[in-house]
Every structure is written in C-alpha cells, then in structure tokens.
C-alpha cells in the first residue's frame, strides 16, 4: 500500500487506529493486506510499514490524537467538524494533536498540541453549523463501543 492509498483508507473510514486492537480498522493491516502477529515493527514489512505511517502522519488531511481507546488514532479531516463539535464528550489529552519530529540525532520526538489550538478557523467555523447528535452521528457507530 502506497502513503496515498493508506491515506484513502483513513479517508474512507473516518477514524482508524494505526496498529491497535479496537472498534475500528487498523492501518497497519491494511498496509499489509493480512492481520499483524505482535508488534508490527518487528514485521519483514516493518521499514514499509513505519514509511507509509510517517507518511499518512504528515499529511495536513489527517489528524494523529489517541482518541479511540486512548491510542493513536488518525482522524481523517472530513471528521474534525464533527470531532469538534463532539469535543467536550471527550477527555480533552484524546484531542491533542501529536505530531513527531526528528531530531538532528535521529531521535523521534513527540510535538502536542492541545485542542483546540490545533483546529483551523474553517473547521472550527463548520463544526458550529453542527448539532451535537449530529456530530456524534457523523463521527460513527464506533463511538458507543469506545
């Protein structure tokens, strides 16, 4: 799977997790084509994987939160109007954006930032056009189960 076609996959379903056990899929199976035994970065595949995860991570189109079962969750855009409209139905440390940076040491370094800042004025603008049943409507039948 390519990074476009894995960030196809978040925006066809909304919310995914990136490799744990949940309500909802998971990108690093369907980067694989087949269910991961034990942690992905011990895979044949793992180099692939961790490329296309950094990949689908820096997209602008796709938000890195642990919002489902506090683990990382990659929250395509078309659901941030939603997501923050639905905001207060969740611990605020599940909104926080994290993004990683490498450092000049090649460490990975973990970058949160709280919401709201992280939200943009537009999507900010189009979750108040919302409902808040609306909202948690939109954001998917997964939401009961987390």
């Not at 905001?87 to 940076?101: G, M, N, V």
């Amino acid at each position: 799977m390519t990074a476009e076609e894995a960030i196809a996959f978040v925006e066809r379903h909304g919310v995914v997790l990136q490799s744990a056990k949940g309500p909802v899929p998971r990108l690093t199976e369907a980067i694989l084509g087949e269910p991961v035994n034990g942690s992905w970065w011990s895979h044949a595949r793992g180099h692939e994987i961790f490329a296309v995860l950094e990949a689908v991570a820096d997209s602008p189109s796709v938000l890195t939160c642990r919002l489902v079962g506090d683990k990382v969750t990659l929250v395509h855009r078309r659901l941030w109007p939603a997501l923050v409209r639905s905001a207060k139905r969740f611990p605020p440390a599940r909104l926080t954006s994290i993004r990683q940076e490498h450092t000049p040491s090649g460490r990975h370094v973990n970058i949160e930032t709280p919401f709201p800042k992280w939200v943009p004025e537009e999507i900010a603008d189009q979750a108040k056009q919302l409902s808040e049943d609306d909202a948690w409507r939109t954001l998917g039948a997964w939401m009961d189960a987390s």
